[in-house]
């Protein structure tokens, strides 16, 4: 039976489910502060604030408007299509590590707590390295070498542990300053080599896959290009302070975040399966409902009563021999029998009459007239 797919209310669901949540969780910890709390969390003044003000809208969540934009919907919703379209482990772990990073940046900006923004910052960096780690051997033979990916990953995971560690407090803004820091050098590079790998691409899949990962990284690189102006200009002019201090330039790099790793990670399932596992799967194409696009896939699978076909056995003499007929008694599979070769044939009634003519007691006798 074909896989069904993705319905415009299952999205509906999962988006709803999971918003109202994180709203029922927000607002069971904005009726137990005191209204006059200015520092429900005890973390000001905090290295890693951003430019919007600190609990203008409630008592009990430091950043509002930055903590409703990083509810993890991108990560529910591709961990959801992953499960229904079974994309595979490699795809599912970093869908899982998608929503785990989404919900350690939206306590990050509830709380303000430094410690849990550098998981965050880490989470992100290291997702990324993981999806190097798994895919990155398509992009050139060099990289083939587990070795050598598994030798960049350490360089990297030093190299950011030690400037989560250090840069937010050795400079004015430092926190805002080490997530562009952090974050866009992979992105730009990550982007321009999508976008090389689309040029290169011959096959339809390679040509999908490719536009997906390069479109995703456009839209990171734009929140990249964002983060730079909130650096320079966001405390400044960054938040509109009679809309309950909107910060427009940090909601929108949420929302381009949040769109970019949403394609990116419809493009690494078609990476792993148009490309990487084809033959797994019977019919595989991206679709779109409305505006979203994701990942069709159908299984390959036998029939529950009908066995496996095998591959055709020879005979003694090296003939193919016919294949296996199945039949239904009752409504039931009988124990499905070879069907016999013509030569097979011939030499079974021989051998049928050899016995009926020429068996002991059977030679002897003699008709009998009537």
């Known amino acids: 039976m074909a896989t069904a797919p993705l319905e415009a209310r299952e999205v509906v669901q999962v988006v709803g489910t999971l918003v109202t949540l994180w709203c029922l969780a ?135 542990v030690t400037t989560v560690a250090c840069l937010p407090y050795m400079i004015k803004n430092g926190g805002v300053w080490t997530l562009f820091v952090v974050q866009a050098p992979g ?19 390679e040509k999908t896959t490719y536009r997906l990962v390069s479109g995703s990284g456009m839209l990171l690189s734009s929140a990249m290009v964002l983060s730079l102006v909130e650096c320079l200009i966001g405390f400044e002019w960054g938040f509109w302070s009679g809309l309950w201090g909107f910060p427009y330039l940090h909601v929108a790099i949420h929302l381009l975040e949040q769109f970019g ?60 021999a016919a294949p296996e007929v199945v039949k239904f008694v009752n409504g039931q599979v009988e124990e499905p029998r070879r069907a016999l070769a013509p030569l097979e044939v011939e030499r079974a009634r021989k051998i049928h009459l050899r016995k009926r003519t020429q068996s002991p007691g059977v030679a002897a006798l003699r008709p009998v007239p009537k």
């Open 26 to 160: 927000l607002l069971a910890l904005h009726l137990t502060a005191a209204p006059d709390a200015s520092n429900f969390w005890g973390t000001l003044p905090s290295a890693w604030d951003h430019p919007e003000p600190n609990y203008l809208v409630s008592a009990a969540i430091g950043e509002f408007w930055s903590v409703l934009t990083t509810i993890p919907v991108a990560g529910a919703l591709l961990f959801y299509e992953g499960c229904r379209f079974q994309y595979g482990r490699k795809v599912m772990l970093i869908y899982g590590l998608t929503c785990c990073m989404y919900s350690l940046a939206c306590s990050a900006h509830l709380t303000l707590q430094r410690h849990v923004f550098a998981t965050t910052v880490t989470a992100v960096m290291s997702n990324a390295l993981l999806t190097f780690v798994m895919f990155s051997h398509v992009v050139h033979k060099a990289l083939q070498s587990l070795l050598l990916r598994g030798l960049v990953v350490l360089v990297a995971e030093t190299l950011l």
């Open 187 to 205: 992105v730009f590079l990550a982007t321009g080599l999508a976008m090389w790998m689309a040029l290169r691409s011959t096959t339809s899949e």
């Open 261 to 320: 790793i949403y394609v990116f990670g419809v493009g690494v399932a078609a990476l792993e399966v148009l490309l990487l596992r084809p033959k797994e799967f019977q019919h595989v194409e991206v679709r779109s409902l409305g505006k979203l696009s994701y990942l069709y896939c159908e299984l390959k699978s036998t029939s529950p009563l009908l066995p496996a076909q095998e591959p055709p056995r020879e005979t003694a003499r090296g003939e193919a």
